[in-house]
């Protein structure tokens, strides 16, 4: 795109100046962009699926184990109608288990559409309850934090807010498991997601006693391709960093911790009733 501008010289004399864009270029790199979070998307449906699977173990033990108790009684001759409601019971628990499950992955892969108010601390609790029985399966313990007074809403897109979280979560735990390989040890890793307030702002910090942070690298996890992972492709952190800057007007930082390592999102708190707003 061409377009000609008038500026005045010293001598007040007006000159045309001739600005080009090239607007193919821009839209290539706003292409690239998108690529990069979509592959980034990917990757971690990829990661809760695996957690799906985990949660997913415990409910379809216990169905079999009441189909092979059900099983047993009949033969006995003994099934009566109290063995009846309850096996039904425990059924229908574990069942609506697997859906309730089900459903929150289904509104994870759901891109949203539009900017809105949503509960940043149920937002955070949803992604600690698909990845909890994984946690649970690799020793770690995730302890969550909420010191907020009440509720708070900020004004974003939640589907996305809730990859980063996933994100960050699972980058803290595959660094508590390349610690536990690198020092042959398996003792319990820990994991914390902090929630806070500071004036205008929400914090949330997401500690780890994993590896932290090498040859003060920082600054540099952010950008593409970056990755210090085997098998990383070194998009997941900067497609946190481009939703949480670009997208919500956020911040995220990336610290060493005392062990372990420490990131922190900074957002600006929304209204509970400004659903309709563009962000």
Do not use: C
């Not at 990069?36 to 699977?53: F, P």
């Not at 390349?178 to 020092?183: C, I, L, N, P, T």
């Not at 952010?222 to 098998?231: A, E, G, M, V």
């Amino acid at each position: 795109m061409v377009k000609n501008k008038y500026v005045e010289d010293e001598n007040r004399n007006l000159e045309a100046v001739t600005i080009i864009t090239n607007i193919t270029e821009k839209k290539q790199a706003e292409i690239n962009k998108q690529f990069l979070i979509q592959q980034s998307k990917l990757t971690e449906i990829g990661e809760t699926l695996s957690a799906l699977v985990h949660q997913w173990k415990t409910p379809l033990v216990e169905l079999s184990a009441v189909a092979h108790k059900m099983h047993y009684y009949n033969k006995k001759k003994r099934l009566n109608d109290k063995d009846i409601d309850d096996f039904y019971n425990i059924i229908m628990k574990q069942t609506v288990f697997m859906s309730e499950t089900m459903d929150s992955f289904r509104g994870f892969i759901k891109a949203s559409n539009k900017a809105i108010s949503f509960d940043i601390s149920l937002g955070i609790s949803e992604i600690l309850d698909i990845l909890k029985d994984s946690l649970k399966y690799n020793n770690i313990q995730a302890e969550y934090i909420n010191v907020l007074e009440k509720n708070i809403f900020i004004h974003g897109y939640p589907n996305e807010f809730k990859q980063v979280i996933l994100n960050l979560i699972n980058n803290a735990k595959d660094s508590i498991l390349e610690k536990r390989k690198k020092e042959k040890s398996n003792i319990q890793g820990e994991i914390k997601i902090i929630l806070t307030q500071i004036e205008e702002s929400v914090k949330i910090k997401i500690v780890d006693d994993g590896l932290g942070f090498t040859n003060n690298i920082e600054n540099k996890i952010f950008n593409p391709y970056f990755t210090t992972k085997n098998d990383g492709i070194g998009i997941g952190l900067y497609m946190a960093k481009l939703i949480i800057e670009n997208k919500m007007n956020g911040i995220i930082k990336a610290y060493n911790n005392i062990v372990g390592a420490k990131f922190i999102i900074t957002l600006p708190k929304g209204k509970e009733n400004d659903e309709n707003l563009n962000s």
